[in-house]
Each structure stands twice: as structure tokens, then as C-alpha cells.
T-cell receptor, first 112, second 115 residues
Framework: QKEVEQNSGPLSVPEGAIASLNCTYSDRGSQSFFWYRQYSGKSPELIMSIYSNGDKEDGRFTAQLNKASQYVSLLIRDSQPSDSATYLCAVNPNQAGTALIFGKGTTLSVSS | DAGVIQSPRHEVTEMGQEVTLRCKPISGHDYLFWYRQTMMRGLELLIYFNNNVPIDDSGMPEDRFSAKMPNASFSTLKIQPSEPRDSAVYFC?????????????FGPGTRLTVL
């Protein structure tokens, strides 16, 4: 059973701080990793994808991947109240015919 | 493009009734996914299609659930008979590929309540 694990939270950070969201996955052969953001009552939307070990930056967001440790993280710098949402980690097991596997998500709350 | 379209947005029904959820994917997308989301189980993949053909339906919970994609622009998810434990938000998503490098675009979801 391929699994993607996330701490459900809530993770509470003050405005302007760095929020760190973590995700582990069980399938060592996984090659593609995604972070989706889901506001309450809305649908998930992709905010970051990462395929290689190391960091990938996009504005205030940085995705970090460590395949040896089977660990992927999302850092949000200068957190804003508008970042308050649930963040879903998704992993592509990279097997023919297999779709993304989603974690249950971490709820982030940014207080002003 | 209008994005992925789902209908209805909300559905309230009584146990035992048939429920049909509808989805129109983004034009040109070859893959269509049906998900169910609950607080307890998170986002679960039910079934996905490639070029209108079901590829993986291992997530369909029971025979009460069925899905069809008669053409590239329309899919249905049917529950018959419905049960209270089917209450959830059902999302449809589409993408150009099954996942490796392409974004899955989600519809707004259908919130199903079975009384």
C-alpha cells in the first residue's frame, strides 16, 4: 500500500514567519511530487511541483525534496493570513497507469 | 477556458435514492479523475479515465458506485442506492497526462449529503 503521510495540524504561525510543511512517502521509486493548496470549501489547486533532489523556489514558496529520506517539504516565507489553508502533498508513484496519491493534508493558520 | 465543470454543486438526498454527479473536463485533456474527500479519509481517488476508457477503478468502494465517460467532454459518477456514509465532497479533475508532469485541474466539487 503506497502511502503519503502528513501531519494534520493545525500548524499555527504568526504573520511574517516561515511556515514549514512536511510530507513523507513510502514508495522509494516515486519521481514526481506536488503541493496543492485547498482553501476551506474550495477545490485543490497546484502551487508547486518538484522532481529533483534539492530546493525549488517560486516567490515566497520553496519546495524541498530528499529522495534518500523519502521526504518532501514546503516552506512559505513571510506567511500571510491569506496563506491559511490546507496543504496537500501528492506523489506520483511513477508506475504505468498509476495516478497521483494524495496525503490527507496539513492545515495552516496564519494569525495577523 | 471555463475550467472543469461539475454539477450539481450541492445534492441532498435520502438513503436508498440514486445519485448522479456530472463532470465536464477541460477541453483537450485526455485524463479525467473522480475523487471523494472526507475529513476522516482525505482525498481518495475513486476512478480515472484515459481517452474515455476506465484505467483504474480500484478506488471505487462498492458495486453501488459506477462511473462512465461516454465521450471526451462528459463523465458521470452514479451511486445507487446511496447511503449516509457516502456523504462527502466529490471532485472531478482533468489533466493532459496521468500525473508525471502535468497539473491536475480540479472542478469546484459536489457536496453530497445522504440523509
Amino acid at each position: 500500500q503506497k502511502e503519503v503521510e502528513q501531519n494534520s495540524g493545525p500548524l499555527s504561525v504568526p504573520e511574517g514567519a516561515i511556515a514549514s510543511l512536511n510530507c513523507t512517502y513510502s514508495d522509494r521509486g516515486s519521481q514526481s511530487f506536488f503541493w496543492y493548496r485547498q482553501y476551506s470549501g474550495k477545490s485543490p489547486e497546484l502551487i508547486m511541483s518538484i522532481y529533483s533532489n534539492g530546493d525549488k523556489e517560486d516567490g515566497r514558496f520553496t519546495a524541498q525534496l530528499n529522495k534518500a529520506s523519502q521526504y518532501v517539504s514546503l516552506l512559505i516565507r513571510d506567511s500571510q493570513p491569506s496563506d491559511s489553508a490546507t496543504y496537500l502533498c501528492a506523489v506520483n508513484p511513477n508506475q504505468a497507469g498509476t495516478a497521483l496519491i494524495f496525503g490527507k493534508g496539513t492545515t495552516l493558520s496564519v494569525s495577523s | 477556458d471555463a475550467g472543469v465543470i461539475q454539477s450539481p454543486r450541492h445534492e441532498v438526498t435520502e438513503m436508498g435514492q440514486e445519485v448522479t454527479l456530472r463532470c465536464k473536463p477541460i477541453s483537450g485533456h485526455d485524463y479525467l479523475f473522480w475523487y471523494r474527500q472526507t475529513m476522516m479519509r482525505g482525498l481518495e481517488l475513486l476512478i480515472y479515465f484515459n481517452n474515455n476508457v476506465p484505467i483504474d477503478d480500484s478506488g471505487m468502494p462498492e458495486d453501488r458506485f459506477s462511473a462512465k465517460m461516454p465521450n471526451a467532454s462528459f463523465s458521470t459518477l452514479k451511486i445507487q442506492p446511496s447511503e449516509p456514509r457516502d456523504s462527502a465532497v466529490y471532485f472531478c479533475a482533468s489533466s493532459l497526462t496521468a500525473g508525471a508532469a502535468d497539473t491536475q485541474y480540479f472542478g469546484p466539487g459536489t457536496r453530497l449529503t445522504v440523509l
